[in-house]
């Protein structure tokens, strides 16, 4: 049985992880998307929302699993029988962080392996970042989130768009 691991912020899931997920899914037995619960970062969705939110995006995948987790990513591998970490990459300027970072991983636990997936050409732009930032100002971001997500933020979206008008 071949178990990967899936890990990231999520903040929010966007197709571009979708298309990752795709593919992975595809490759391994099982899959678990991890969302880290990163206590220095201050994400805009709490963890609960992004794991609700990526099972409902995810729902029509069989392999798949969604969970979260704090500490380090190899140690959660570990302890879920997982020896693939997959990553997604998106352009030359993420390769150095992922390499740093798979590097990291394998000198802290040399079985584990981390696979590099690419995105497809036209999600090469795209970050959960990107998404809020175009989403608050008023830009469309149907096309480029599951359905869930745009709901999810477009709501907030009004909600604050409301407040601001008090
Ligand atoms: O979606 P992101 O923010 O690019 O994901 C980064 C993530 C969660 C994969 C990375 O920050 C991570 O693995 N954090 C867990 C802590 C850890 O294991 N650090 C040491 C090796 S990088």
Do not use: W
């Amino acid at each position: 049985m071949k178990t990967a691991i899936y890990p990231g912020s999520f903040d929010p899931i966007t197709n571009g992880h979708l298309d990752i997920l795709t593919r992975a899914v595809s490759i391994f037995d099982d899959v678990i998307i991890a969302v880290l619960e990163n206590p220095s970062k201050q994400p805009l969705f709490d963890v609960a929302t992004r794991v609700e939110l990526i099972t409902e995006a995810t729902k029509h995948f069989k392999n798949l699993r969604v969970d979260s987790f704090r500490g380090l990513t190899v140690s959660y591998a570990e302890n879920n029988k997982a020896n693939s970490i997959i990553r997604g990459l998106r352009a030359v300027s993420d390769f150095e962080k992922e390499l740093q970072m798979a590097q990291a991983n394998k000198n802290l636990n040399p079985k584990i392996e981390t696979v590099f997936l690419m995105c497809s050409i036209e999600f090469a732009f795209l970050s959960s970042s990107l998404v809020k930032e175009i989403c608050f100002l008023g830009g469309d971001i149907k096309d480029v989130v599951p359905e869930c997500v745009d709901k999810y933020l477009s709501r907030l979206r009004e909600k604050r768009f409301t407040n601001d008008c008090k």
